[in-house]
């Protein structure tokens, strides 16, 4: 058995690899969000940020790909990681009592598949036009560009969207709230010193995300973004 063989059985291994894709997918969040909130900056802008992407062709696809990749395999190493703890304790404790350990942590399984199922439908609606699809693909000033700033709007006019979205967004600063610091210890930066610090900040950063992603339906809902025509 070779070494990389022996790597990708191990716990460890399934750690390092979670850690690596959780730090790409993390860049990811971020730089989304940054590209989002371009919507308060109003319809013109946010449609011409979402075609200056759309003309890079195919080093889109290839990021496209990239983080594709990185989300099948944060969620393969998870159910290896799962499986292999389970190997190691095949009985249960029969008292079961976490002193330390926060409830976001404990539940970062669920909060990981439940972010998933919403990212699919986030895909669906948002890039495939399949839910919702007469906001999709809208014309803009009579060309060929999508119209994004309106499509986006149309879309958390609907109650159901934002709340399934904010309550999405919520659990995903769950689980990022535990995940960053995680990421860490497992690619071995923790140290005394630095690690309060370090948890300090991947709790902050669940909460500006959290807040930077909800503003959106937020403001829809209230009014503050409305459809321009």
């Known amino acids: 058995m070779s070494w990389f063989s022996q790597y990708l059985r191990s716990s460890i291994g399934m750690k390092q ?9 993390l860049g990811f969040v971020i730089a989304h969000l940054l590209g989002n909130l ?6 013109e802008t946010l449609n ?3 075609e200056a992407l759309r003309d890079y062709g195919p080093v889109l696809w290839i990021m496209r790909a990239i983080i594709l990749g990185a989300v099948l395999v944060h969620i393969g190493a998870a159910i290896r990681l799962v499986s292999l703890n389970r ?6 404790y029969q008292v079961f009592k976490p002193r330390t350990t926060p409830y976001y942590a404990r539940a970062v399984a669920w909060t990981g598949l439940i972010v998933l199922a919403f990212v699919v439908f986030h895909l669906l609606h948002h890039t495939f036009g399949v839910v919702y699809p007469e906001y999709y693909g809208q ?7 999508y119209d994004v700033y309106n499509m986006v709007v149309m879309g958390f006019d609907h109650v159901w ?3 399934s979205y904010i309550v999405a967004v919520a659990l995903l600063s769950l689980h990022l709230a535990h995940g960053v610091p995680s990421l860490f210890q497992t690619l071995g930066l923790r ?3 630095y690690t309060p610090t370090i948890e300090k900040i991947g709790h902050w950063l669940a909460v ?3 807040v930077g992603y909800a503003s959106i339906p937020v403001a829809v809902l209230l009014g503050w973004l409305t459809v321009e025509l």
């Open 208 to 210: 500006v995300l959290f």
């Open 161 to 163: 969207v934002s709340v």
């Open 87 to 92: 190997a190691a304790r095949p009985v249960r």
């Open 38 to 43: 371009l919507i308060f900056a109003g319809r």
């Open 139 to 145: 014309s803009w000033e009579g060309g060929e560009f």
């Open 191 to 193: 140290h005394p010193k």
């Open 48 to 50: 011409d940020y979402a």
């Open 17 to 25: 690899l979670m850690a690596v894709t959780g730090l790409i997918l």
